[in-house]
């Protein structure tokens, strides 16, 4: 009887936990722009880590910025499952453009490599059922040097909004004094929300501030839909661990504010290309999912390896990513070279990812409690635990009491879903 009595209590009490999971983690974040788009972060494709600036469609008629380019990525996009998992903006970056405004003062793009402008691009994109982004810059010039939009973000957005354009990507290079960043930030979000069109707006705001001083990110997220906040990645580990490294020691700054509406950008996912090994293309989507980043390849579809494109369209961890809750993860600790990172999801369950960042030696083992996630809350009184990766396997029950004992390549990642019962 007693025995029975404790046990009823003891249910009272981890019911009573799962309740507060329930109202904390249903608490919203800050106000977000109110456009109604990127509810969960964006995904799709966008050129520029993988193909960059490359003009010379004479010499290199396959891989400069071209419309053939972007035609042929969405061809793809529709055909190989990308669009199916959920990839759907096909996004231009710098190099698009003439290098002179048109006898209107509108922005052109280069006649010879996009003969049919972009509103043929964009026809031809939305006829694949997918959307296209475009790119230009707060500021007098884009990074690459082409005309800035610095006292012509109204002609800009219409300019966009009349072409059918789905996202804007706006960078930050070129801007003579942090007020006028700040104001052109603005101004072009307005701009773009009076078009009546709905436009992703992908700022580059905060990048571009912490040199002179910190981000006010609700501000930014009144604005933006999503925000880079540190450097361009490069296709090597070196870059994705500083993205980690940097998100990680920000993460009191910038996790809250990321919800439905706006997301933190740690830039392009470089899975599918040169520099990263395998492990570090698993370290690289396991802990996109967990910090509910965009997900915007940049990669040739036309030449990826099979190994990849199941990392990149592996549907538990897009799920993960793109989890209604829409909290983003932050990570819970670094002991001895292994990070463990953690991420509420809908219906009570959690994310879980344990990153090796030691770089000699070979597989190690990591055993943690389980009593340690969540807050306590993950794993209350039960749950059901799934490795997602580096592959899929059912790992079973686990109680609150109990130690799950992982093993983790150098540079890799396991990534695992706690479900409650
Ligand atoms: C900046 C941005 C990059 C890319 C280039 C283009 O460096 O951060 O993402 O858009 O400009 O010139």
Request: hydrophobic fraction near 40%; glycine fraction near 8%.
């Amino acid at each position: 009887m007693m025995k029975l009595k404790s046990r009823v209590q003891q249910q009272g009490f981890l019911l009573a936990l799962r309740f507060l999971a329930v109202v904390l983690w249903s608490f919203p974040g800050a106000r977000a722009l109110d456009n109604g788009l990127a509810i969960t972060p964006t995904m799709g494709w966008l050129h520029w880590e993988r193909f960059m600036c490359n003009l010379d469609c004479q010499e290199e008629p396959d891989s400069c910025i071209s419309e053939k380019l972007f035609m042929q990525m969405a061809e793809l996009m529709e055909s190989d499952g990308w669009k199916d998992v959920g990839y759907e903006y096909l996004c231009i970056d710098d190099c698009w453009m003439a290098p002179e405004r048109d006898s209107n003062g509108r922005l052109q793009a280069d006649p010879k490599r996009f003969p049919s402008g972009i509103r043929g691009l964009a026809d031809y994109v939305h006829s694949k059922g997918l959307k296209l982004g475009i790119y230009a810059d707060v500021g007098n010039k884009t990074c690459a040097g082409f005309p800035g939009s610095f006292g012509h973000y109204d002609i800009d957005a219409k300019t966009f909004a009349d072409w059918g354009v789905d996202l804007l990507k706006f960078d930050g290079c070129y801007c003579d004094s942090v007020e006028h960043l700040e104001k052109g930030y603005k101004r072009m979000s307005l701009a773009l929300n009076r078009t009546g069109r709905s436009i992703v707006y992908s700022c580059e705001w905060p990048l571009y501030m912490w040199p002179f001083r910190k981000p006010n990110y609700t501000e930014i997220r009144q604005y933006c839909n999503h925000w880079r906040n540190f450097e361009d990645v490069y296709d090597s580990w070196q870059s994705v661990k500083s993205i980690l490294a940097w998100t990680s020691s920000n993460q009191k700054r910038i996790v809250d504010v990321a919800g439905p509406g706006g997301w933190n950008d740690p830039d392009m996912l470089v899975i599918g290309n040169f520099g990263l090994s395998w492990d570090q293309q698993v370290t690289q989507m396991a802990l996109w999912a967990i910090m509910a980043a965009p997900l915007l390849m940049s990669n040739d579809l036309r030449h990826i390896s099979p190994q990849a494109k199941a990392l990149l369209q592996d549907k538990d961890v897009i799920a993960i990513n793109q989890d209604p809750l829409g909290k983003q993860g932050y990570r819970l600790r670094k002991e001895d070279n292994i990070e463990v990172w953690e991420r509420p999801l809908s219906d009570l369950a959690w994310a879980v990812a344990m990153v090796n960042l030691q770089e000699i030696g070979g597989p190690r083992f990591h055993t943690i409690s389980i009593a340690s996630l969540g807050q306590g809350l993950a794993c209350i009184p039960d749950c059901m635990i799934t490795q997602l990766l580096p592959e899929k396997k059912k790992l079973g029950f686990y109680q609150w009491t109990s130690d799950l004992k992982t093993k983790i390549n150098p540079t890799g990642t396991v990534l695992l879903r706690l479900a409650a019962t």
